[in-house]
Nanobody, 118 residues
């Protein structure tokens, strides 16, 4: 089992950047596929990005491709989401999640709020 804690959210002007972090507990962080999802007010949860166990493969949702970058540091049990070129429509609660190989995301953090103003 793994516990996840996100941080790094905040209030930022359109065009700005943030780096979100997700710290994981446990000694087996490197075995998990990690993902970032977001949920805007009144909308469903949306996939943003994912990264495989060693960082060799990354995946992005169409709405964030080219602006967001996911990375991980297994030595620090942390996954990051660099978000650049923020738009007002990026306003959402951002969640990180962990999944074991070939399984769906089973572990979720509490989320961090990102609010973008114009």
């Amino acid at each position: 089992q793994v516990q996840l804690v996100e941080s790094g959210g905040g209030l930022v002007q359109a065009g700005g950047s943030l780096r979100l972090s997700c710290a994981a507990s446990g000694r087996t962080f490197s075995k998990y596929r990690m993902g970032w999802f977001r949920q805007a007010p009144g909308k469903g949860r949306e996939f943003a990005a994912a990264i495989n166990w060693n960082g060799g493969s990354t995946y992005y949702g169409d709405s964030v491709k080219g602006r967001f970058t996911i990375s991980r540091d297994n030595a620090k049990n942390t996954v990051y989401l660099q978000v650049n070129g923020l738009k007002t429509e990026d306003t959402a609660v951002y969640y990180c999640a962990a999944a074991e190989v070939s399984k769906s995301y089973a572990y979720w953090g509490q989320g961090t709020q990102v609010t973008v103003f114009s």
